[in-house]
């Protein structure tokens, strides 16, 4: 049996590894507040850009996903969203797995966002092409530089969490252009604009070029959003989950605790009535 002072020792690592999970458990809890408040303010600012857009008469149903600098190679790249670090539970894992279902090497590259998916990656020995930081949820996501890196492929997918509930989070895959259309079909229009009443500059193609960019980092970003919403879900049940077990061991150590107490006084105690045994004898020998 161990030593009191040993259990007593681990019960207090116990006890701060407890407090430590509560802490994240909490701050989990505001991001995931915070995280949707965002993805709700993004969602009316892309309604208010596909209005202007489509008020163009354009056709922005054709028109989006066409685009002008695709590479001739017809390469497909998936772009994976994870977190920028870890204790978030396995969601990246499984993130990771059913990517590499669809992946093949041969004709398509990977683009990382989040530290956590890099390394896991690079674990498993599966190259990447770009690595780029997610910023936290309060900062500005400036996704120009992924827009840039991708833009030449053919087919962009993107792989990313989305929060269901607190307990459930999920895996979904969209085509990134087929993301813009999707998120334009519920949003009424009203003006419509045509060069015969209008005066656009430089011009109506360059305009429409350069809000279609927009759009497409604006679904990224709200891409970006939803799957930080799903990992900080993830993260708050993988620290409640901690936290209970911490509780739990923090219970089992205590009563071990009292235990080994119990049985060191009656340990010594023993020791204590064989001392005194034995002076009574040497007294009646004396």
Same mark, same amino acid.
Request: proline share 2%; charged share 30%; no cysteine.
């Given at each position: ?16 590894v ?5 802490v ?14 965002? /993805?709700?303010? %993004?969602q ?15 056709d ?6 066409? &685009?002008d600098n ?10 994976? +969203?994870?977190?920028? #670090? ?5 969601i990246d894992?499984?993130?990771i ?6 992946? =093949?090497?041969?004709t ?9 998916g %890099? ?21 500005? +996501? ?8 991708? $833009? ?16 459930v989070?999920e895996?979904?895959? @969209? =085509? ?8 334009? *079909? ?14 656009? *500059?430089p011009?109506?193609?360059? @305009? /429409?070029t ?13 891409? @970006? ?8 879900? $993830?993260?708050?049940? #993988?620290? /409640? ?12 150590l ?5 235990? /080994?107490?119990?049985?060191? $006084?009656?340990?010594?105690? &023993?020791?204590?009535?064989? $001392? ?7 007294? &009646?020998?004396?």
């Amino acid at each position: 049996m161990r030593r009191p002072n040993a259990i007593q020792k681990e019960s207090e690592q116990i006890a701060t590894v407890q407090d430590l999970t509560g802490v994240f458990e909490s701050t989990a809890s505001t991001q995931v507040a915070k995280v949707k408040d965002k /993805a709700q303010l %993004a969602q009316e600012f892309f309604e208010l850009l596909w209005k202007r857009y489509s008020s163009l008469r354009i056709d922005p149903g054709e028109r989006i996903g066409e &685009r002008d600098n695709v590479e001739e190679s017809n390469k497909k790249v998936f772009v994976m +969203i994870s977190a920028e #670090a870890g204790l978030s539970g396995d969601i990246d894992q499984r993130l990771i797995e059913q990517m590499l279902d669809n992946y =093949d090497g041969k004709t398509t590259d990977i683009v990382v966002l989040g530290t956590h998916g %890099a390394q896991q990656l690079q674990q498993k020995g599966i190259p990447y092409t770009h690595h780029f930081t997610v910023p936290e949820t309060d900062q500005y +996501i400036d996704v120009s530089p992924v827009i840039s890196a991708v $833009s030449g492929y053919a087919s962009i997918t993107v792989y990313y969490e989305v929060y269901v509930s607190l307990g459930v989070q999920e895996i979904q895959t @969209i =085509d990134l252009a087929a993301r813009i259309k999707d998120m334009g *079909e519920d949003v009424d229009t009203d003006d419509i604009m045509t060069s015969e009443d209008t005066i656009f *500059e430089p011009s109506l193609e360059v @305009i /429409a070029t350069q809000m279609e960019r927009t759009m497409m980092a604006l679904a990224l970003s709200q891409t @970006i959003l939803e799957s930080t919403l799903a990992q900080a879900a $993830s993260r708050f049940n #993988a620290m /409640a989950g901690a936290k209970k077990r911490a509780e739990e061991l923090h219970d089992l150590l205590n009563m071990e605790f009292h235990h /080994a107490k119990r049985s060191e $006084s009656d340990r010594r105690m &023993r020791e204590i009535m064989i $001392s005194l045994k034995k002076k009574k004898q040497r007294a &009646r020998m004396a």
